[in-house]
């Protein structure tokens, strides 16, 4: 009688479990036998040595890079490490388009299609959706609409997505003067699994949630939506996209505004770029609301929607 894959799988871990329990005891936590952590106070001497090699980079150029690779991830494509057969080798490097870039691309597509509706046939509606590069959207699910092996790497990839994010958490943190209490990891089935950077001295609970994450959140859904409709206005020129993205920076502006100004850190403004006034040294960040404004100005002036009168009757 032959035992089927997954049973072999689950009594593995079983075994794994029980075996890491005996030879850590308290210093590994096992919740329900089905994922275990382990968590340490050592983590900030194994960061330090990394946080020490970003020291002397100024706050400025470290912010241009993550918000260069944040926007190239975000709008364009994320390059990735794709495995290949033997006979393909040389080509291990590949793109995955970014959502927002396929989002755009699907929007420009639907909305070129629903303006000449009128005039083609459904068929042809069809055709040109494909033609315009649409893309479907297809839930995850292994074994129907995506391989199991295929399904694993990608939890594995989040794993790994993971662990790198609560690094730089941590290597973040100590370059502009914290201090970590502790880090640790977390595995689930073999298949989950991740970490986690607890920062101490800078964060302090309260009952409730304050305003200004209110603000940054409603800041940072403005953002995205702006990025999206540009991009869409990048694929597909057309003059609605081009009057969202206007009334879309301004309401970027004005909420990224309100948040900096309801952190209750000292804010120092400059021609586009802030300082920010709090724990540690003082942050210089590139200000993105003055970004915005001068794009809605911009575009704007190119719309018709601003004149400037010149001398003269």
């Not at 089927?4 to 890491?20: D, E, K, M, N, Q």
């Not at 959207?137 to 995506?146: C, D, F, K």
């Not at 958490?169 to 977390?186: E, M, N, P, T």
Request: no cysteine.
């Amino acid at each position: 009688m032959s035992i089927s894959p997954l049973i072999w799988f689950v009594v593995a871990w079983f075994i794994f479990v029980g075996l890491v329990k005996l030879a850590f005891r308290d210093k590994v936590k096992v919740y329900y036998y089905v994922a275990m952590m382990v968590r340490s106070s050592g983590v900030e001497g194994f960061l330090r040595p990394l946080a020490n090699l970003i020291s002397g980079v100024p706050s400025v150029l470290i912010f241009i890079v993550v918000v260069a690779f944040f926007v190239v991830a975000m709008v364009y494509a994320i390059p990735v490490l794709i495995p290949m057969p033997f006979q393909v080798l040389g080509y291990l490097v590949g793109l995955v388009p970014s959502f927002i870039r396929m989002l755009g691309i699907n929007l420009a597509a639907t909305v070129s299609v629903l303006m000449s509706l009128h005039t083609i046939t459904t068929q042809q509606a069809a055709t040109q959706l494909v033609e315009n590069r649409f893309t479907p959207a297809t839930p995850l699910i292994p074994g129907v609409t995506i391989s199991v092996n295929i399904f694993l790497i990608i939890l594995i990839a989040i794993g790994i997505s993971i662990l790198i994010h609560e690094v730089s958490h941590g290597i973040v943190a100590l370059r502009y003067g914290g201090r970590i209490k502790s880090g640790g990891a977390f595995l689930s089935l073999f298949i989950l699994y991740g970490g986690f950077v607890e920062v101490d001295g800078s964060i302090y609970w309260v009952p409730y949630t304050p305003f200004y994450i209110y603000a940054w959140r409603f800041a940072s859904i403005m953002f995205l939506l702006w990025i999206a409709v540009l991009v869409i206005y990048v694929i597909k020129p057309f003059r609605t996209a081009d009057l969202l993205s206007i009334i879309l920076a301004v309401m970027f502006a004005a909420s990224n505004y309100v948040y900096l100004y309801s952190i209750g850190a000292r804010v120092v403004m400059y021609p586009l770029i802030y300082v920010l006034y709090t724990i540690g040294k003082p942050l210089t960040f590139i200000d993105m609301g003055q970004v915005a404004l001068i794009y809605a100005l911009w575009r704007a002036f190119k719309n018709g929607l601003i004149k400037v009168r010149r001398g003269g009757k």
